[in-house]
Structure formats: structure tokens, C-alpha cells
């Protein structure tokens, strides 16, 4: 009788995002965007990358506290004319998380549900 001996390895593959430069963002992406803070209004801030310029949607201006001309580096998805905000880095690596892909995917269903 003969033995058999077997390894297998599991390779888990997770998708990365790659930094997009603002004026190359397409709709419906998930992206990461980074770029100089110019403009603060409410739960948004206008971001420039050098590329083109961004409306970013945080919703809460109190959760985020930034302040015109910080550096940061923003995750999230480009749809509706603005950029929906999952998390922000700081440029001193302090990361502010605001929303999961799915929190925000929860959200748009009660949206619905409403009607």
C-alpha cells in the first residue's frame, strides 16, 4: 500500500484599489483619490489632485474636521457628480473611517423602501 501525501495551499486574492488621478475617475468606480483640500462646505469638501477637482461627500463635517489646504488621501466611490467618502487619511496616517461599501449600499436600500 502506498501513501500519498498532499499540500495545498489557499491563496486568498482581495482586489486593491490603485490610486486614480481625479480626472481620469469614471463613474460607478471605487477608487482612491488624493489631493490638497480647497474648499469646505457643510459634510463636503472640494479636493484638487493637479488632474481636476472633486466634490467629496462625507456626510458629517463633524467627523471628519479637516481643514482647507491638508494633504489626504480618500477611498471611496465617484457616482452622482461627487465622490462618496469611505475613509480618509490624514497625511500623518491617521485614518478617519466613515463608511463601509456596504453601510453605504444599506443606505441607498432604506432610500427606497421609503417611497
Known sequence: MAAYISFFS???????????????????DNAIISGQVIGISGDEFMLDDGTGQILVD??????TNLSVGEQ???VGE???DDFDAY???????????????DDYDDDDDDDDDDN
Do not use: F, K
Open 10 to 28: 489557499i491563496v486568498i486574492v482581495t482586489p486593491t484599489l490603485a490610486q486614480t488621478p481625479i480626472g481620469e475617475l469614471q463613474r460607478g
Open 58 to 63: 462625507t456626510d458629517d463635517r463633524e467627523l
Open 87 to 101: 475613509s480618509i487619511t490624514r497625511q500623518d496616517g491617521s485614518v478617519i473611517n466613515i463608511r463601509s461599501d
Open 72 to 74: 489626504v488621501t480618500v
Open 78 to 80: 465617484y457616482d452622482d
